[in-house]
């Protein structure tokens, strides 16, 4: 079984160890290197409608269960205890309709995050794309309050 550690930083390091659990309370948020070992950095903000971090002198659990539907690996398990439990993997009907409850949310995440680098992956275009799509229609608030 897959242990992680976990340390608790301010902010969220340039380079992401792997195995390791970073925890910013400045930031209500949680990012590790995905379980799978892809390599791929999984940020799991914390707030009533994302996860709740369990922290119990020792270790970490995260709640609800990761699913990195996002990520060509589609890994989905469970932090407990600095532990990690693999569950199934999700079927694209799963996958299409947690997107749809958590779209919203990561896409806020991702725009604060996002830095403009390279973006060559499917992944990456996919964000800039929606990134952009919320920036247009930002411009287009301020330009419907600026007219009234
Ligand atoms: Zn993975």
Redesign the pocket.
Known sequence: MKILKHKFVENIPDIIEDNVLYVSMEYETVIHK???????EVVTPLSPSDWSLTFNGETISLEPSIG?WS???K?HYWITNNKVRWSHKYSIDEIEKVREVDLDDKLKYYDKSNTPSQHNSAGELEKQHSAQKKFNLLDWLKQAFKVK
């Open positions: 995905c379980a799978c070992g892809c390599k791929n990195s990520l060509e690996c890994s």
